[in-house]
T-cell receptor, first 110, second 115 residues
Framework: QKEVEQDPGPLSVPEGAIVSLNCTYS??????FMWYRQYSRKGPELLMY????GNKEDGRFTAQVDKSSKYISLFIRDSQPSDSATYLC??????????FGQGTELSVKP | DSGVTQTPKHLITATGQRVTLRCSPR?????VYWYQQSLDQGLQFLIQ???????AKGNILERFSAQQFPDLHSELNLSSLELGDSALYFC??????????????FGEGSRLTVL
């Protein structure tokens, strides 16, 4: 069993839809939770960062962490075609190296 | 542009060969990480260096080795290559080894194809 599980999709939604992306994990030592976005033929870039449990909002993006359920989510409101990318969850127990989920490929259709 | 530079961008070689991938971290970053990305395995952590010293090791094969030089650039050496080594190899850097913000800055990757 992988430490971090993420549905690889692909996920296709119409423009303006609310997108929900999720990851589960097994290591209770994880404290740092991140979402990275990766466009085709590019390296991943940090989108959202959360320490421990709770919610964090940044514009159209909201990250949620539920440590009791070992479950994290990323919500994208009013999705745009430019949001089409692969979204990777990543986690770390103490900073430093990150353990990534497999990534979910998202396509937002105009 | 993340500021992390990786060369070469593309590499095609044959089984049994050896290749070297190079990474220059962002200016001021002391830590370098290597990741392998394949379709079936996703992004897999290989190894981390901090200021020239190995800091953490992941699923790195014995045929693979890495080092970080005094000028902080890093090289990943892959030897006795097999078809299954075909993948995207990413280098990332961060200011410190702990990377408390969680932000790793990734290069654009080196795509290795083993024929």
């Amino acid at each position: 069993q992988k430490e971090v599980e993420q549905d690889p999709g692909p996920l296709s939604v119409p423009e303006g839809a609310i997108v929900s992306l999720n990851c589960t994990y097994s290591n209770s030592a994880f404290q740092y939770f991140m979402w990275y976005r990766q466009y085709s033929r590019k390296g991943p870039e940090l989108l959202m960062y959360t320490y421990s449990s709770g919610n964090k909002e940044d514009g159209r993006f909201t990250a949620q962490v539920d440590k009791s359920s070992k479950y994290i989510s990323l919500f994208i409101r009013d999705s745009q075609p430019s949001d089409s990318a692969t979204y990777l969850c990543a986690m770390s127990p103490q900073g430093g190296k990150l353990i990534f989920g497999q990534g979910t490929e998202l396509s937002v259709k105009p | 542009d993340s500021g992390v530079t990786q060369t070469p961008k593309h590499l095609i070689t044959a089984t049994g060969q050896r290749v070297t991938l190079r990474c220059s971290p962002r200016s001021g970053d002391l830590s370098v990480y290597w990741y392998q990305q394949s379709l079936d395995q996703g992004l897999q952590f290989l190894i981390q260096y901090y200021n020239g010293e190995e800091r953490a090791k992941g699923n790195i094969l014995e045929r693979f080795s890495a080092q970080q030089f005094p000028d902080l650039h890093s090289e990943l050496n892959l030897s006795s290559l097999e078809l299954g080594d075909s993948a995207l190899y990413f280098c990332a850097s961060s200011v410190d080894g702990g990377a408390s913000t969680g932000e790793l800055f990734f290069g654009e990757g080196s795509r290795l194809t083993v024929l």
